[in-house]
């Protein structure tokens, strides 16, 4: 098989429709648009939830849930992601945007506690699980909180 044997599959490309294009096209005149009225005219038509006039639902429905402008969102990462470093590394947010094991820092990093370490590193980061903490002292490492 070679690219330029390459075809699409029959029915799934459709010719567009010139619509306007004089009466022998079969859509000319009056282009699909009906008659007359407001969806006849160019930019005629209403905005998205106009129900002519009558109150439209979004605004007859009550508001619901809050939104907590405080609230503090953390990049995760698990334990078993800091078994790739080398022994005695100090591991901080920006070495793991680098390497790539965070994509977005947003207010810090938390360190959850899924899977093993056997390494011992030392690890800063904005927030850390219990049991992310236990795993990285039992494996002789050191825990460090940065805001």
Known sequence: MY????????GSKKKEKRVGRGVGSGIGVRSTRGQKGQWARS????????????????????????KNVWRREYS???????????DGTEITAELLHDVG??????????????????????VK??????????????AGGTVEVVR
């Open 3 to 10: 690219l330029h044997e390459l075809s699409p599959v029959p």
């Open 76 to 86: 995760e990462i698990n334990i078993a992601d800091l078994e790739n470093f080398e």
């Open 43 to 66: 930019g005629g038509g209403v905005r998205p939830g106009f129900e002519g006039g009558q109150m439209p639902i979004s605004r007859k429905l009550p508001k619901r849930g809050f």
């Open 125 to 138: 980061a904005a927030k850390f699980t219990k049991a992310a903490e236990e795993k990285i002292v039992a």
């Open 101 to 122: 094991f965070v994509k977005k820092i947003k207010d810090g990093v938390k360190v959850l506690g899924d899977g093993e370490l056997t390494k011992k590193l030392n």
